[in-house]
């Protein structure tokens, strides 16, 4: 990885907001640093990243990795061999190239059950490309999966993303515990989204400081029920605002 790489990636329980917070930081960026190199990658096999940032991609690093695979079972290791040789190429042949940005998706395996195999793709993808870029943004799978089997080995800046129940606060204190044990990260903070401000007291997470508050945000909730991305939110809305707050408190932006 390159020493200029900032890898941000946002992790939390299912359900809290966490693909709107990867979005928005994507947008943000592309605004404040338009001749940066940005890679966005959605990590979570629900595939919500897409939809946010308003990308249709027609590839997937699972789509290689089936590939690569298919060419050893049907006898064809040549082709095999080749096609590991040449992953480099296929990856960015795959990767969308945005105006703004550019977008790469894990893919939503066939199978039901462990996404272990494609996790231990991306992990490689991510070292793979990273020095290519100057930001790429993360948005993870839901719960500690990624972060126990180390897929978000090298990271340098690690947000946890909850709402304020009790089970999303215990979330991002669980993933921030194994992160601490495994995860090579520079920074770490909380960002609490869908709060009302008579929780706020009441609010428990224990590992890490918390960067902002996120008010619930209706713009950004039709947007996403009529499939608006993220770059039609108006800059006021309380998601644009928290996350360019909790990229301030990070040092990621001034």
């Known amino acids: 990885m390159s020493e200029k790489t900032k890898i941000l990636t946002v992790a939390g329980k299912g359900g809290v907001g966490k693909t709107s917070i990867a979005a928005a930081m ?37 789509g290689i990795r089936k590939k690569i ?38 893919g939503r395996p066939e199978a039901a059950g462990c996404y272990c195999k494609v996790n ?18 993360i948005d993870g799978e839901a719960g500690i999966e990624q972060i ?6 090298k990271v340098t800046h690690l947000f946890l993303i909850t709402d304020p ?12 515990q194994v992160a601490d044990e495994l995860v090579m990260y520079d920074r770490c903070g909380v960002i609490v989204n869908r709060v009302r401000e008579e929780s706020i007291p009441y609010i428990k997470v224990e590992s ?19 499939g608006i991305s993220v770059f039609d939110l108006p800059e006021d809305s309380p998601v644009m605002q928290g996350t360019r707050e909790a990229l301030t408190r990070m040092q990621i932006i001034d």
Do not use: W
């Open 26 to 62: 994507v947008r943000i960026l592309t605004e404040e640093y338009p001749d940066a190199r940005i890679l966005a990658i959605d990590a979570d096999p629900a595939i919500g990243l897409t939809t946010a940032l308003g990308v249709e991609p027609t590839d997937t690093l699972d």
């Open 69 to 106: 695979v298919n060419s050893v079972e049907d006898g064809r290791p040549r082709e095999a061999i080749e096609m590991l040789n040449e992953a480099r190429f296929r990856i960015f042949d795959t990767m969308l190239e945005e105006e703004k940005f550019s977008f790469l998706a894990i």
């Open 120 to 137: 231990a793709y991306l992990k490689e993808v991510i070292s793979l490309l990273a020095a290519d870029f100057d930001y790429v943004v």
């Open 148 to 153: 126990n089997r180390r897929v978000m080995e």
């Open 165 to 176: 129940s009790r089970k999303g606060c215990q979330v991002a204190d669980t993933i921030k």
């Open 208 to 226: 890490a400081d918390i960067l902002t508050y996120i008010p619930d945000d209706r713009a950004h909730a039709e947007n996403d029920i009529m």
